[in-house]
């Protein structure tokens, strides 16, 4: 199911930060374009968290169909873990920072208004490096590099399942390259399926290969389990009041 809209929940006003961490993805990505080895360089590779060294050189790995790629390890900064920050502002493709900014756009606005914005800011750094460790964990000694917002945007949509299961948001159903009507579900049911597939998919991926399965499941795993505990821990302290709106229509939902 791919979101297009939900219900604009929280306090009045505009999103900035939210706008502001979509922005800065989308020129980190057109650098990426223009230079190759910032990606090999700012990318998490889990080898070098566990060693604290920047690894450089060029390396063959071996997929589970036996075939090998090469790997092409950059230098990065220094100290090596700020790649932990850095990676999460990063993307290996159109398709992948077009659905992870959708998603944020989606759903970024309604925790940031409810937490406020520097408090936001913390929330999603801090999920998006722990999104980041849980993907290190699955594999300590990998040399394959992992990027991306997913994460902290799995963190993102946890905080909204448990501040606003009930609001309606908007879904296209793909099927392959057919795309069907519009319809409209509970949060819980789009996050919902969503959170079971990547736990279904993290489990798959260890029979794989954590390496080589081209999904950082366990990064999603990792940032959605964060997510979820630091918003039930902070939830007393928020006010998740709302002036139901809808992003696509500018009607409230019935």
């Known amino acids: ?64 169909d036996g075939t090998g790629f090469e790997i092409d390890e950059a230098p990065g900064p220094s100290p090596i873990w700020l790649t932990l920050l850095t990676s999460m502002f990063m993307h290996g493709g159109w398709l992948h920072i077009g659905g992870n900014m ?28 722990i999104a980041s460790l849980a993907q290190v964990y699955t594999d300590p000694l990998s040399i394959i590099p992992s990027l991306g917002a997913s994460g902290a945007i799995s963190g993102v949509l946890a905080s909204y399942l448990v501040l606003y299961p009930r609001n309606k948001v908007r879904v296209i159903l793909a099927l392959g390259l057919i795309f069907l009507r519009p319809f409209t579900v509970p949060a819980i049911v789009m996050i919902g399926l ?10 798959g991926s260890i029979a794989v290969s954590t390496q080589t399965s081209g999904v950082a499941y366990f990064a999603h795993i990792g940032g959605f389990i964060a997510g979820l505990v630091i918003t039930l821990l902070a939830r007393p302290f928020l006010d998740p009041s709302s002036g139901a709106q809808t992003r696509y229509t500018g009607q409230s939902f019935s």
């Open 194 to 203: 969503w959170a079971i597939l990547q736990f279904i998919n993290g489990i």
């Open 1 to 64: 199911m791919i979101p297009i809209g939900d219900e604009d929940t929280g306090r009045p006003g505009i999103p900035y930060l939210n706008l502001a961490i979509i922005a800065i993805n989308v020129v980190v990505f057109l650098y990426q374009l223009i230079d190759p080895n910032f990606t090999n360089g700012y990318s998490t590779v889990p080898a070098e968290i566990t060693s604290g060294r920047d690894i450089v050189g060029q390396f063959l790995v071996t997929a589970p």
């Open 102 to 129: 959708l998603f944020l756009f989606i759903f970024g606005d309604n925790i940031e208004k409810t937490f406020g914005s520097i408090k936001y800011l913390v929330f999603y750094l801090v999920c998006g490096v």
